[in-house]
């Protein structure tokens, strides 16, 4: 029997706190029976939710913490008030210690991001980490990243972001040897800025083992799921995760309104509700964003997962089920492994290189 | 009674050529009755058209043009071999001249966007032009640039792009003072790049007349219409426009795979279709591209419209008809006029300054 997986949770983290961090637990739980967690937060708080729900409570120790980090706290405030007391931190710290194996918040990605660093560390060769995102495709899903964790970069952490993406797509996606596509504002060669230009050429000749290079993508062909990983540095990948959110709401929204219209629109809704329910079930399954929760910060030497801060309890469970996922798949050994494979040649950054 | 609108049509341009500019023309000139046409193209492809359309063909006039610019050609390219000779130059040179209010192409925007440079210069005190794009959303449309005319630049350059959307909102959106938002990876102050960071905090404190500066938005906004106009450098500006399109057309699928996954369902729609017609129509009428289809350059001395290179008639047709109210909002003295009081206490550009 495999080994059980162990969730460190920063149960204060999100916009609801234990309210929703805990129920998402447990709703993680019924799916994922031999997880384990270790939750990290006011303990009175916790315990009152955990009283409703005695499966997990069976399969959870509680772990008090003085200190939550606010949504709206500056990373450097975080840190300064959050470090070794915090929620956030201690979940952090309990993957450190080998005493889980994935940590998640639905906390401020500044923070979480800086004391997951100061914590963890970045693997060696890492010299940024990353944010990754599973985004749902006409094909299944892909990896975006980075969606946020840094502004900006050369060609060679666009490259590290390629090899990284295509470790954690053949971890998740199940796919041996995931294609990698570059984000650019057009598909000629012409176009775009010269860092990308330049981890182009470089992926093309000296294409790293593990991932097969497709070329620049546009943002259109994201959600065709042209490529299994789609790399652009953090600003414009966040702008992009955010405004296909946005788009697929506006789309929803006009798609109520629309039904919602006219008074024979909605008799003949009703006259076929009993037939299209399972139609536009299947369609919200398809565009709910809750089941796509859950980015993956990569190249830090420990598996952190970052809910939305706004997830209901469908949401959290499910960046907690992709924890489990990335855990129990060695994301880490197969990321490790490709950096060493793709960086063989090279010295190692030293320490104060690692910021 | 006005002036009727002349408007220049390079009718190569796209990737159907006359098949779709002519047909496109007539179009919208059911909607705009005093509009008049230059047509630059092949002479005998332009006319074979125009033996179909007779009331197109009594409002324009033909102009033969050797050279048509490829949808491939680099702008290079496109300048040596295309200035002075090709469909796509003549529609500018029209403008220059003042034969016409404004010129439209769904040629390459790489090659349109240097011939327009090269052809019409930039306004006094542009260093560089913008694509501008008219962005469906829940409460309107907004203005969204750059979406692609130049990469990367300072904040000098956003605050201009500001300046100019706010302008081509006031003519087209009919908001007096519109409000403006720097896009941006997170709304509170420490995030963003630097350019991005001095750009906000010139807009907030020495805010240029006749617009209201909103600060920064997300990805999320656009769609929301948060604001009038957003902001943003010319890569992320493609690639949140090309992701938005992607993750509509992505929306579109899922629902006609939900609607035609079961048996039950089709049926179910049969019976309700003559109920549910006008709400799907309302629906795809929202989500249609070709409703939105027509970018603006700003900053030229002369309007210039870029059509989507794939647009059929209905998206060409409405390309001119955005030239159209361009022009006859007079855009260009209103960009002019916003320009010169926001940059009143400055010297003029050197003339290499304006690339």
Redesign the interface.
Known sequence: MPQPIRIALDAMGGDFGPAVTIPGAALALERRPDAQFLLFGDESAIKAELAALPKLAQKARVIHAAVAVRM?D??SVALRQGRRVSSMWLAIEAVKKGEADAAVSAGN??ALMAMAKVCLKTMAKVDRPALASLWP??RGQSVVLDV?AS??GGARHLVDLAIMGAAMARTFLNVETPTVGL?N??V?E????EEVKAASTFLKEQPPPGLRYHGFV???????GLVDVVV?E???G??????????????????R???N??L??R???F??Y???R???R??RA??DPRNVNGAVFLGLEGVVIKSHGGADRVGFARAVEIAYEMARNELQSNLRNALAVAHADEPALPEEMHQ
């Not at 012409?190 to 800025?193: A, E, L, N, T």
């Open positions: 709206d500056k990373p990605t500044g495709t006409l946020g502004i900006g984000l504002v057009g000629e012409i176009k775009g800025v546009e943002g259109d062909s994201i959600g065709k652009t953090g600003f414009s966040n702008i992009a995760l955010k405004t296909a959110e946005g788009t697929a709401a506006q789309v929803a929204a006009y798609l309104a629309a039904l219209g006219s024979a629109a008799i003949g809704l006259l076929a009993p037939l299209l399972r139609a536009f299947e369609l398809k565009t």
